[in-house]
């Protein structure tokens, strides 16, 4: 008879992979760490780690069975429309655990962080922790609202709001979730998609006074639909047709303690980012606070609320990544085969090796566009970087999401049939999850279109192709260096061709073509990093991890030219263990004005 007290090796193989996932996953990531470091310095970093550490050791635990638990489909958000008595109240029931994570989200600073301009590196950091949970319920709200901050401090609200203006942003960064504001956007409409310019919800002025409307239509997309305030673009009268007549509005969930004409008309199933309530929503004359300048609507939407979602969505992306990558990797060393670990076998090390290059590289591009987010914000960035900025935001938003749905796959494939089981891992809902990220902000093709169209109109891939340029010259690294020049002389030469044809003819060759480029981007953020690394680490782990993608991704290197390929991958699998902080030289030299 079977003695279940006596279960099969494989079982305790399962639990020694569950035993050897990292409780802290700021600690556990030394290429965070060290990447951070390198763009902070050493002192600015040691400032910030107990912060990271903290909440890093929060998210791997606390916060990772509060997302595993909202994410079961019997605790899924359930609408409710009417109270006890009758009263309309378009609420959201959400089960406990869901509160409990936003308590652990919000309460790691990752919104107050915005209290002082230069902190998007460590908002996004704090942001790229929470994501190793996948959207998790919060991740899509925490951009929202950042959208929202950003907008209000930089551009307003009516004069006459000041007072209302800065108790909204005092809520808005508090990181008490309990009491804060959190934040939304509902942009899209039924007829509209992508084409914002065919939208009809009318703003009709309520008192110009104050800088108060009241706005009448539908929108089609509305995540985070119980947002305390969401950023809503509506048509304003006699202000024209398309996106030139529509302005941009802060309309409040509640006014006076009563519902402010905003009706629910169904919450969605979507295949990933189950936890968060994403709906249809009826405006019926809803008091709205105009943002800025009515005429400016549409920029300061893609300015400050559309840049701002892409930058997060590619930061959550590339957590994905990781987490999948991690899960993939110690799953490898604990499953045995034949009578081996299967991280012995050359397949699984080749697929392992691929996995954690293409982490580091979506790592290194996502934490480079917010380091220079922050010198922009700080005035020691020119224009060039915000015209190099602008192409960088929508190519890393789209290949990264690209790259992590290939990173995803790749680790549920190593799991095998575990590896499509919702309650074995998290590798199932971060696959669901980054699937809405590819469509969340811009589907692949509409960001495509905008990158050519900025291309084309303003000649901004010049400044794009220029900042790759001046992060390789320097380096002492002569495969990077030449290699990677001669690899953007190609695709500059290319893409000057590609852009001499019709706009439309263009188009199928252009996508692959920037496939290139992101990917030569993303190596040269690598190599920058690589350089730091060598010299004050003595490590050459991210110049080998750079020179592979290199190889892989952007020259298409066929293996009969890689020297001793099997043996790279052996040294490139798996990361360092055992999961601890790297203190080891911080770095006390010099800030460089260019890269910090």
């Not at 942001?127 to 991740?139: F, I, V």
């Not at 044809?501 to 073509?513: D, G, I, Q, T």
């Not at 190599?527 to 080998?544: C, F, N, P, S, Y």
């Amino acid at each position: 008879m079977f003695d279940h007290d006596e279960k099969p090796h494989d079982y305790t193989g399962f639990a020694e992979w569950e035993a050897a996932q990292p409780t802290n996953f700021f600690t556990s990531d030394r290429n965070l760490q060290r990447t951070l470091e390198f763009y902070w310095g050493s002192t600015r970093y040691k400032e910030h780690a107990a912060q990271l550490y903290h909440f890093g050791g929060v998210s791997a635990t606390a916060l990772d069975k509060a997302a595993r638990i909202s994410n079961e489909r019997a605790n899924l958000p359930v609408l409710t429309r009417f109270d006890a008595i009758g009263n309309r109240i378009e609420d959201v029931d959400y089960h406990p655990s869901y509160h409990e994570a936003g308590r652990y989200v919000y309460g790691s600073g990752v919104m107050s962080a915005y209290g002082e301009p230069g902190n998007n590196l460590l908002a996004l950091s704090l942001t790229y922790l929470s994501a190793l949970n996948g959207e998790a319920g919060h991740n899509c709200p925490l951009a929202c609202t950042a959208g929202v901050i950003k907008s209000l401090q930089t551009v307003g609200l009516h004069p006459a709001q000041s007072q209302f203006l800065e108790h909204t942003l005092d809520r808005l960064l508090d990181p008490d979730y309990d009491a804060n504001y959190i934040g939304a956007q509902y942009l899209t409409e039924i007829q509209g998609g992508s084409d914002v310019g065919a939208n009809t919800t009318q703003a009709t002025p309520l008192d110009p006074q104050l800088g108060t409307w009241v706005l009448n239509g539908e929108k089609w997309f509305c995540s985070n639909v119980t947002a305390d305030l969401a950023l809503v673009t509506a048509r304003v009268p006699g202000q024209g047709d398309g996106t030139r007549g529509l302005g941009l509005f802060l309309v409040p969930r509640h006014v006076d303690g009563k519902l402010n004409g905003m009706f629910i008309n169904r919450i969605k199933e979507k295949v990933g980012t189950a936890s968060l309530a994403t709906a249809e929503v009826v405006f019926e004359d809803a008091v709205a606070y105009q943002v800025g300048d009515t005429q400016r609507g549409i920029q300061n939407v893609m300015t400050h609320v559309i840049n701002t979602s892409r930058v997060y969505n590619a930061i959550c992306t590339s957590a994905y990544a990781r987490r999948a990558y991690v899960v993939a990797w110690t799953y490898a060393e604990h499953r045995n085969a034949f009578g081996h670990p299967i991280i012995h076998f050359p397949l699984v090390q080749d697929v392992l090796t691929k996995m954690r290059s293409d982490v580091t590289a979506l790592a290194s591009g996502s934490l480079f566009i917010a380091r220079q987010l922050d010198r922009l914000e700080l005035g020691d960035a020119d224009a060039a970087i915000e015209e190099a900025l602008r192409v960088a935001i929508n190519l890393n938003k789209y290949r990264s999401a690209v790259n992590a749905h290939e990173v995803i796959n790749h680790g549920i494939e190593l799991l095998g049939g575990n590896g499509a089981i919702e309650t074995f891992s998290v590798l199932p809902r971060l696959l669901r999850d980054n699937v809405v990220c590819e469509n969340w902000e811009g589907t692949h093709n509409v960001l495509m279109a905008q990158v050519q169209r900025d291309m084309r109109r303003y000649g901004l891939h010049k400044s794009f192709l220029a900042l790759i340029r001046r992060m390789l010259e320097p380096l002492a690294v002569r495969e990077l260096r030449v290699n990677g020049l001669q690899a953007l002389d190609q695709i500059s030469a290319e893409l000057d061709a590609i852009l001499e044809l019709e706009e439309l003819m263009a188009s199928v060759y252009f996508r692959p073509m920037m496939d290139r480029l992101t990917d030569l981007f993303y190596t040269a953020c690598m190599a920058v990093e690589a350089a730091w690394e060598l010299a004050l680490k003595q490590d050459k782990t991210k110049q080998r991890l750079a020179e592979f993608y290199l190889y892989r991704r952007v020259m298409k290197r066929p293996l009969s030219e890689w020297t001793a390929y099997p043996e790279q991958i052996s040294r490139l699998c798996y990361d360092v263990r055992p999961w601890k902080v790297d203190h080891k030289d911080h770095w006390e030299g010099d800030d460089d004005p260019f890269w910090r």
